[in-house]
């Protein structure tokens, strides 16, 4: 009838339940990213991340909650992993992995050669610019042209005006623009004339040669100096009966105004 007994205490400590969740999984560098933390019985934090695959620990923080800024110079979209530690003050420890993708960084910029000009002279030069990359190219010339080509260099406007240039450069699901001005300005009728004879005895019937440039034919006013006589030809005959010294002149307008 005799007994014997002992005690043993045996202390089971709290456990951690870890909760974390990114507002961001995968986007274009640079690519921000917040990390929430619901994470339960932790009394300590710790995060760092690292390209999937490494050991490395980059940027530790001992904060509840985590933001990151991803960079990726590469041609391919490359995954990071965000390792996220949790102890409580019993020494328990728990912890949890996200990864975050993220795509190449896009740069368009091109330049534009010349930014002003006036008719006739309406090509421009483009010197392509943009980080080199597996891209797609989406050109608009202002004009209503389009281009894909990605070593596009130069484009011819039909007409005066000012046109915006863009370049849209796609990767995945990224997409970035550049854009540049550039202004064809219009020209004003050059006039000019010759004439067969510039003096003589009368009556004397001069041909006039119109050289003028840039103007609308329509448009030529004559008149020859003797306060009656004018033409809306191209290239007039005049006859002057009184002797003297006659100014001619001639005045068009283009449709440019």
């Known amino acids: 009838g005799c007994e014997v007994s002992t005690n043993l205490s045996v202390r089971v400590d709290p456990d951690i339940n870890v909760r974390i969740s990114s507002d961001i999984e995968e986007g274009c560098s640079p690519l921000f990213v917040t990390f929430t933390n619901s994470s339960s ?3 300590d934090h710790t995060w760092f ?6 050991n490395s620990q980059e940027e530790v923080l001992t904060t509840p909650y985590a933001s990151y800024e991803f960079l990726n110079q590469t041609q391919d979209a490359i995954t990071y992993e965000v390792i996220y530690l949790a102890e409580n003050r019993f020494g328990c420890e728990e912890s949890d992995t996200l990864e975050v993708i993220v795509w190449p960084e896009l740069v368009p910029d091109f330049t534009i050669d010349p930014e002003r000009q006036v008719l006739p002279e309406s090509t421009i030069s483009i010197a392509n610019n943009t980080n080199d990359g597996p891209w797609e190219y ?3 010339l202002g004009d209503g042209n389009t281009s894909d080509d990605p070593d596009l260099a130069e484009h011819t406007y ?5 046109y915006a240039v863009s370049l849209e450069v796609n990767y995945g699901p990224c997409t970035e623009r550049h854009s540049e001005t550039t202004a064809v300005e219009p020209v004003s009728p050059i006039v000019d004339f010759t004439a067969d004879v510039l003096e003589g ?3 004397l019937t001069v041909n006039f040669t119109n050289l003028s440039q840039y103007a609308d034919p329509d448009s030529y006013y004559w008149t020859f100096g003797d306060g009656l006589g004018w033409s809306n030809a191209e290239n ?4 002057f009966y009184d002797p003297g010294t006659y100014t001619v002149t001639l005045e068009a307008t283009n449709d440019l105004g």
Do not use: D, M, N
């Not at 991340?49 to 490494?54: A, M």
């Not at 007039?236 to 006859?239: A, E, K, L, Y």
């Open 41 to 43: 019985g932790a009394s």
């Open 49 to 54: 991340y690292r390209l999937k695959g490494s």
């Open 138 to 140: 989406y050109w608009s």
């Open 158 to 162: 039909e007409t005066y005006g000012v």
């Open 201 to 203: 005895c009368r009556p």
């Open 236 to 239: 007039p005959s005049f006859t």
